[in-house]
């Protein structure tokens, strides 16, 4: 069960309470989170939009965060405790982790663990990681299980890797070579490493591939959701965030706080400046060197719309 009062120092990290004065002789205990149809007494609920307003009416819930855009509208709940914020989701997110699973921390007996890697206070390694020579883990890091660290790479505090991870393996550099029989490729060893800063979170299956020449750098308080490539020498700056199946390519530069959404292709060697949003599908083939939102492809359409809007998209580039 959860406290009141543990609510509210939760919150409070993120964002000042503006009612709470009038929570000061407040109590409840809830245990889970819920939306505002389905709560109950014991749960936690939030508003963040208006859509979501008639449900508030008729809401059991013990405890509800409501954005300061909605105060005026507040029915009488007298068995409901208000919790009035600037902004409800992220009071939401912000309490979420007191209602979460919280694993032992420890180093899995199944984990292979390197004797030259040096692991930081209050780690967790799932089952069968591995943790290769000379890696550097920092404090609180909590390392899913099947992930694999190789060597000489260097993760800061706090930082969580999901199951099936990928972090330091050979980048993908080759040089041709044209001989009697056409193409073969040689290996270019990759001798950098990949540096990771603080509180940075990566998904399942997502690779981070080592620098080439120099290292991959991944700033603090970036979030990499599943299923993305990051590939050898790429720059991420602090706060970005990139959504499943993003593929990055090498050598690229991303910004600080750009949102990247899912299924992005980003082609190599570029730079992307500071606060840039990539919709979801979007294809950046060139530098981006101004702030905003950028977007391609096109949305799903009947095939015969799509058919000719294809015909017409060809018939631009020829005017």
Same mark, same amino acid.
């Given at each position: 069960?959860?406290?009141?009062?543990q609510i509210i120092n939760a919150i409070e990290h993120c964002q000042?309470? /503006?009612?709470?004065?009038?929570?000061?002789?407040?109590?409840?205990?809830?245990?889970? &989170?819920?939306?505002?149809?389905?709560?109950? *007494?014991?749960?936690?609920?939030?508003?963040?939009?208006?859509?979501?307003?008639?449900?508030?009416?008729?809401?059991? !819930?013990? +405890?509800?965060?409501?954005?300061?855009?909605? $105060? %005026?509208?507040?029915?009488?709940?007298?068995?409901?405790?208000?919790?009035?914020?600037?902004?409800?989701?992220?009071?939401?997110?912000? &309490?979420?982790?007191?209602?979460?699973?919280?694993?032992?921390?420890?180093?899995?007996?199944?984990?292979?663990?390197?004797?030259?890697?040096?692991? *930081?206070?209050?780690?967790?390694?799932? !089952?069968?990681?591995?943790?290769?020579?000379?890696?550097?883990? *920092?404090?609180?890091?909590?390392?899913?299980?099947?992930?694999?660290?190789?060597?000489?790479?260097?993760?800061?505090?706090?930082?969580? /890797? %999901? !199951?099936?991870?990928?972090?330091?393996?050979?980048?993908?550099?080759?040089?041709?070579? +044209?001989?009697?029989?056409?193409?073969?490729?040689?290996?270019?060893?990759?001798?950098?490493? &990949?540096?990771?800063?603080?509180?940075?979170?990566?998904? !399942?299956?997502?690779?981070?591939?080592?620098?080439?020449?120099?290292?991959?750098?991944?700033?603090?308080?970036?979030?990499?959701?599943?299923?993305v490539q990051i590939a050898h020498n790429v720059h991420i700056g602090?706060?970005?965030?990139?959504?499943?199946?993003? #593929?990055?390519?090498?050598?690229?530069?991303?910004?600080?706080?750009?949102?990247?959404?899912?299924?992005? *292709?980003?082609?190599?060697?570029?730079?992307?400046?500071?606060?840039?949003?990539?919709?979801?599908?979007?294809?950046? $083939?060139?530098?981006?060197?101004? $702030?905003?939102?950028?977007?391609?492809?096109?949305?799903?359409?009947?095939?015969?719309?799509?058919?000719?809007?294809?015909?017409?998209?060809?018939?631009? #580039?020829?005017?």
């Amino acid at each position: 069960m959860v406290e009141l009062s543990q609510i509210i120092n939760a919150i409070e990290h993120c964002q000042p309470i /503006i009612n709470k004065t009038d929570l000061a002789d407040k109590t409840c205990l809830v245990s889970c &989170v819920a939306d505002l149809a389905m709560a109950d *007494g014991q749960s936690l609920a939030f508003l963040s939009k208006a859509s979501y307003l008639s449900d508030l009416a008729n809401t059991q !819930a013990g +405890v509800v965060l409501i954005s300061k855009q909605f $105060a %005026h509208e507040l029915p009488n709940l007298p068995n409901t405790v208000i919790i009035v914020v600037k902004d409800a989701y992220l009071a939401y997110a912000s &309490v979420s982790g007191l209602f979460a699973y919280q694993p032992t921390l420890q180093i899995h007996p199944t984990a292979v663990v390197a004797s030259t890697a040096k692991i *930081g206070k209050n780690a967790s390694i799932g !089952a069968y990681a591995v943790i290769g020579e000379f890696v550097e883990i *920092g404090d609180d890091c909590q390392i899913g299980s099947h992930v694999v660290i190789h060597h000489h790479c260097v993760l800061g505090d706090g930082v969580q /890797i %999901h !199951a099936h991870a990928s972090i330091g393996a050979d980048g993908f550099g080759f040089a041709p070579k +044209v001989g009697a029989d056409g193409i073969s490729w040689q290996k270019i060893h990759q001798l950098g490493r &990949v540096m990771i800063g603080n509180r940075v979170r990566i998904g !399942a299956n997502t690779c981070v591939d080592r620098g080439a020449v120099g290292d991959t750098i991944i700033g603090d308080d970036v979030i990499i959701d599943n299923l993305v490539q990051i590939a050898h020498n790429v720059h991420i700056g602090r706060g970005t965030a990139i959504a499943s199946m993003t #593929g990055v390519a090498g050598s690229t530069h991303i910004g600080s706080n750009c949102i990247i959404g899912g299924g992005v *292709g980003i082609a190599g060697h570029l730079t992307i400046v500071d606060g840039v949003t990539l919709t979801g599908r979007t294809f950046v $083939a060139q530098s981006i060197d101004k $702030a905003g939102s950028y977007s391609s492809d096109t949305v799903a359409m009947p095939t015969s719309d799509w058919r000719r809007a294809t015909v017409k998209f060809r018939q631009l #580039g020829k005017h």
